[in-house]
């Protein structure tokens, strides 16, 4: 059970504070006047004429490498650069710059200068509804919350999982636009016959099977947030078109030869390496650039353990029974340290979910990354734990616990497919799984879906 002196598991978000970042500037080293100082926001060094260190040099790639001051110092990261970033010699993708430092792109070397002393960043304890107590968890939170008060774009990366719409979420919430529609447009989700009309809308008999008129999503969040998921799935003959609706602030429907000005903005998301893209011309370097005035990039859990704490507590608020926390014992906690999560968040929040759903009122929750696991789960065909009363053996407490689990997925998953009419992308959302891992327990447990947002 829960132990008062176990500082893991009392762990909660600290009130807000103050960290020290090691700024500095960064220059041409064969023209001083190019230069950049380097703070708490993410710069971009490239070729591109939207990077905020501009290098005249065909060796360097379009979007090269990023610096930003952190407490260690100022990271410098090789962006998936063709002929690669060097300090010393030495290859880098990552590393950190606290002394003076040359730095070489390409036929280029750039000069890295430190401050002198440190500037201190506030820290945030939490921002709407995103909760962390790591330090890098809550610098972002300061950051989110003065991004989230301007007009301009932004890019959220991240692996599957780490919570890319509630951090869209959080910026429109925060944002003069609060009180305005959030919309979603699951860019993954669009077949691409029909990704124009999805996006900007169509009129009814524009095209075979136009029976009615639909509205842009860019429309329906007028005077709000729209926030496109999955940006990098977009088919690259809608990108010129997208480009051109962010930049004019219009958009004209599939089948009308009116354009409709739309007051929105636009949040996006990526589990892909948009900059490689870039850089290899799969993606339009300029649409890159319109999307990402800003970037956010969420770190994976493994890398965040610290906040486990805090976002069980979250998690189990969010279910509706934040009290049980006091019962979460050290053990579980522990045990949910050493997992290596690559399911991230969304895993974490399926395990405390099918946790708590299994756990009497009042019994210690032991919570495993194990019970969410497919490979785990038994199939439909597995051996049930005899009835009460009957004259069998009763089953192992492992062959019941499944038995149970497999009933409980069932019923869960049943009663998800009715309430979003077989919409996978919308299970998806509704769950906190990935689309891959709802078709999976739908297969398993023999429920039917529709085509529509697979």
Excluded at 119 to 139: D, I, K, Y
Excluded at 209 to 236: H, I, K, M, N, Y
Excluded at 332 to 359: C, F, K, Y
Aim: net charge neutral; charged share 30%.
């Amino acid at each position: 059970m829960r132990r008062s002196d176990d500082p893991f598991l009392e762990a909660t978000v600290a009130g807000p504070g103050r960290i020290e970042v090691l700024t500095g500037a960064l220059a041409v080293q064969a023209d001083a006047s190019r230069r950049v100082e380097v703070g708490a926001e993410a710069l971009l060094v490239g070729r591109h004429a939207s990077c905020q260190l501009v290098v005249d040099d065909r060796r360097v790639s379009s979007v090269h490498a990023e610096v930003v001051a952190t407490e260690r110092g100022v990271r410098l990261r090789d962006l998936s650069s063709k002929n690669g970033t060097f300090v010393h010699g030495v290859r880098v993708g990552e590393v950190f710059l606290r002394h003076e430092t040359q730095v070489k792109l390409g036929e280029t070397t750039l000069v890295f200068t430190p401050s002198k002393g440190a500037r201190q960043v506030e820290e945030e304890a939490s921002f709407g509804p995103l909760v962390g107590q790591s330090h890098e968890m809550r610098a972002l939170f300061g950051r989110l919350r003065r991004i989230a008060a301007t007009e301009l774009t932004v890019l959220v990366g991240g692996e599957t999982g780490t919570g890319k719409e509630l951090v869209a979420r959080a910026i429109h919430l925060g944002s003069p636009r609060a009180k305005g529609p959030f919309v979603v447009v699951d860019c993954g989700s669009i077949p691409q016959s029909l990704a124009e009309a999805a996006l900007f809308g169509h009129e009814k008999g524009s095209f075979t099977g136009a029976t009615d008129r639909r509205v842009s999503p860019f429309v329906e969040a007028d005077g709000g947030t729209v926030f496109l998921d999955e940006l990098g799935e977009l088919p690259a003959e809608l990108q010129p078109k997208l480009l051109r609706a962010l930049a004019e602030r219009r958009i004209k429907p599939v089948g009308s030869n009116t354009y409709r000005p739309v007051d929105v903005r636009v949040v996006a998301a990526t589990r892909r390496d948009l900059v490689r893209e870039v850089n290899e011309g799969v993606f339009r370097s300029d649409l890159f650039f319109r999307v990402a005035e800003v970037r956010v990039d969420l770190p994976p859990l493994r890398a965040r353990l610290d906040d486990l704490p805090a976002l069980v507590r979250r998690i189990l608020a969010e279910l509706g029974d934040e009290a049980a926390f006091s019962r979460v014992t050290a053990d579980s906690l522990a045990r949910l340290a050493r997992h290596d999560w690559p399911g991230n968040v969304r895993e974490l929040r399926s395990a405390v979910a099918v946790t708590l759903a299994l756990t009497d009122p009042g019994e210690p929750l032991e919570l495993s990354p194990s019970v969410v696991g497919i490979a785990d789960v038994p199939a439909a065909g597995v051996a049930r734990a005899a009835a009460p009363g009957s004259p069998a053996e009763l089953a192992s407490f492992k062959d019941a616990k499944q038995e149970a689990l497999a009933r409980f997925e069932r019923e869960y998953f049943a009663r998800l497919s009715a309430d979003c009419q077989g919409n996978v992308s919308e299970m998806s959302r509704r769950s906190g799984l990935e689309r891959a891992h709802v078709r999976a327990y739908l297969r398993r447990h023999d429920l039917a879906s529709r085509p529509r947002g697979t």
